[in-house]
């Protein structure tokens, strides 16, 4: 009887155990910024359920931990980045980090209290960005495509920094030195400075994007965000199977629906 009774939770046990393994194969942390990535995170999670895959959502407000945290393996993935910035990451830190798929474009806005148009600007006018070095060149070329400044044609818009400004007849001072995060509290005291505000960051602060900023990237921008992954992971059935639902229908009307323009889905 005992020998019974032994076999039954020997077999109880291992089945667990194999229960225990395949339900942690089966879930992915994907590491995330609030808004809207974690947002739209969660709209997907009820659909990868249908799929047998649970999500798990480890939220961030910052641009450098998400990545020092899917090189270690403490996330299996990653949504918060735009691709120049991802590239930017692996050359400065030697991470073996790729991407998998591109979600959506959030076009970057320049801000400002006391400014009410281009033709406002005057000579001299403070322009605060942030301190991520891998925005600079996009954010120069919204300026250059406003007329605003002109950059050395020679260098590649992606990597254009403020010395590459050839021209500056405004004379606009580039003040490169904030974390991303407090841009908009900068915004909110400064009156007649330009504040270039991360679309994220912008909706967290209750501003709208298309309605709020003095002038906007247009659907065209090439700085797409995407889920990161580590190379080795890049096949993983699970990570793949998140981008899919990420192209859905479902959340691509939710992202149209929710965002109304300052968040826009690509494919």
Sequence with gaps: MRKFIFIVLTITLITLVGCGKEQEENTIVVGATSI???????????????????????????YVLPN???????????????????????????????HIGSIHIEPM??????IQSIDEIDNGTEVVLSNSVADHGRILSLFEQNELITLDDSVEPAKATIDDII??????????????AFL?????????ILVVINTNFAIEAGLKP??????????????????????????????????????SEEITNFILKEYDGAVVPVK
């Design 68 to 98: 020092d945290d899917l090189a270690n393996e403490t996330l299996d993935a990653n949504f918060f980045q735009h691709i120049p910035h991802l590239e930017q990451t692996i050359e400065d830190t030697g991470y073996d980090l790729t």
């Design 210 to 247: 298309t309605e709020d900023a003095l002038f906007i990237e247009d659907e065209e921008s090439l700085y797409v965000n995407v889920i990161a992954v580590r190379s080795e992971d890049k096949e993983r059935e699970e990570l793949k199977k998140l981008v899919e639902v990420l192209h």
């Design 167 to 180: 021209d500056n007849p405004r004379d606009l001072v580039f003040s490169p030195d904030y974390d991303a």
């Design 36 to 62: 809207p990535h974690a947002e739209i995170l969660e709209e997907a999670k009820p659909i990868l359920e249908e799929e047998g895959i649970t999500l798990e959502i480890e939220p961030y407000e910052e």
């Design 184 to 192: 908009p509290e900068i915004y909110e005291t400064e009156e007649d």
């Design 109 to 114: 806005g320049v801000y400002s209290k006391g």
